[in-house]
């Protein structure tokens, strides 16, 4: 989904909002196995993901932890880091060499002036991304291992060809060994 669509889905901008709002947005290529933020850092950018992968990481008692692959037509930043101006609690890194455009603060408080009723917009895109994370909170909550492995599937099962197999393991929330498991048991 090309950006100026993303922002009339997701923020409810109109077709010319959405097309100057996009004018901000600074298109990045990096190659595989970038930083693009670090924990303990602060982020200065909003990335909008065009190709490839994005891996959203942290080390925990020594265990590296994957909150989340981004794909292709998605937002992607260290959220409290982004709005709180908090030290990032996630690494951003990419798995595969990628294309986003980045809009920085500066540009980003730009549109509050420029796009009307500009608040209820962003309130809406900070309650997609709350209801999303509600979502998979619920889902670990609720789900085995093997239902939130097929979940997962049924919407990312292509992210395997790409992906290493232990980042969506941890993604899951089980072990390298389980997702084994469960792909053999699966197909």
């Known amino acids: 989904m090309p950006l100026h669509n993303a922002l009339q889905t997701i923020l409810n901008l109109s077709p010319t909002e959405a097309q100057q709002a996009s004018q901000y947005f600074v298109p990045h290529t990096y190659p595989k196995n970038t930083s693009l933020l670090e924990v303990g850092k602060y982020t200065n950018h909003l990335f909008f993901l065009t190709d490839g ?13 994957t909150q989340w692959i981004s794909i292709p037509s998605y937002f992607l930043t260290d959220l409290s880091s982004w709005l709180f101006n908090q030290p990032a609690k996630w690494n951003l890194t990419t798995l595969t060499d990628v294309s986003l455009l980045a809009i920085s603060k500066q540009d980003y408080a730009l549109l509050q002036n420029q796009i009307s009723n500009w608040h209820s917009k962003e309130y809406l895109f900070i309650g997609h991304c709350f209801a999303y994370m509600e979502n998979r909170i619920f889902q670990f909550l609720s789900q085995s ?29 089980m072990t390298p060994e389980t997702l084994s498991r469960l792909r053999r048991k699966n197909r």
Not at 53 to 65: L, Q, S, T, Y
């Open 53 to 65: 992968f994005v891996r959203v990481h942290a080390c925990f008692d020594g265990k590296e932890i």
């Open 145 to 173: 291992s093997e239902e939130r492995y097929l979940a997962y599937c049924s919407q990312f099962e292509y992210l395997f060809n790409h992906v290493p197999h232990q980042y969506i393991a941890s993604l899951l929330g």
